[in-house]
């Protein structure tokens, strides 16, 4: 079935790198993003790669996808206190347009 | 830069009562999403909606639920009878490629 997991927490130290990791279940995923949602807010699309791809930089956001291992990561440079949210993982199936979502890891930048 | 809208920020209802949740897709956009979290919870597809119709819903999306885009430009989410269980933010999307764009939520509280 389709399932997404992704830690719960994760705290860094400002200018440090921070890694927020996922695992997806779904071979067939054809696109997997990263949201951000700040409290109180929506989710805003931070960044996306399509499933034929290992890797997608955008300035500090660097995306690597593993497809043998279904894994994805989202790594932020130089993180700022401002980057403090809860990210998510989602995939997009092969057939249908929804998204599966993980649960969200919490980013606490601390300064 | 284009944003989906939606109104109210925050519905307060009684069990058992109807409301409506509204939004406003991107104008050019072709495919609209409901989507709803549960506090604490993942963030769940409900209802997706293509060409005036829908295309996909999840198990949760039963009877009690219904969307319309009754005007072209708005897009709602019906909730016949909310039960308690209803309480949850509930997000519009709009997508016209593989990329969806996400509203910023309407909390709803059913007391």
């Known amino acids: 079935g389709e399932d997404v997991e992704q830690s719960l927490f994760l705290s860094v130290r400002e200018g440090d790198s921070s890694v927020i990791n996922c695992t997806y279940t779904d071979s067939s995923s054809t696109y997997l993003y990263w949201y951000k949602q700040e409290p109180g807010a929506g989710l805003q699309l931070l960044t996306y790669?399509?499933?034929?791809?290992d890797m997608k930089q955008d300035q500090r956001l660097t995306v690597l996808l593993n497809k043998k291992d279904k894994h994805l990561s989202l790594r932020i440079a130089d993180t700022q206190t401002g980057d403090s949210a809860i990210y998510f993982c989602?995939?997009?199936?092969?057939?249908?347009?929804?998204?599966?979502f993980g649960a969200g890891t919490i980013l606490r930048v601390k300064s | 830069e284009p944003e989906v809208t939606q109104t109210p920020s925050h519905q307060v209802t009684q069990m058992g009562q109807e409301v409506i949740l509204r939004c406003v897709p991107i104008?050019?956009?072709?495919?609209f999403y409901w989507y709803r979290q549960i506090l604490g919870q993942k963030v769940e597809f409900l209802v997706s909606?293509?060409?005036?119709?829908?295309?996909?819903k999840s198990e949760i999306f039963d009877d009690q639920f219904s969307v319309e885009r009754p005007d072209g430009s708005n897009f709602t989410l019906k909730i016949r009878s909310t039960k308690l269980e209803d309480s949850a933010m509930y997000f519009c999307?709009?997508?016209?490629?593989?990329?969806?764009?996400f509203g910023p939520g309407t909390r709803l509280t059913v007391l």
């Open positions: 790669i399509f499933s034929n791809m």
């Open positions: 999307a709009s997508s016209r490629t593989a990329i969806s764009f």
């Open positions: 104008s050019n956009h072709l495919y």
């Open positions: 909606f293509y060409n005036n119709e829908i295309s996909e």
């Open positions: 989602a995939e997009r199936m092969e057939y249908g347009n929804k998204l599966v």
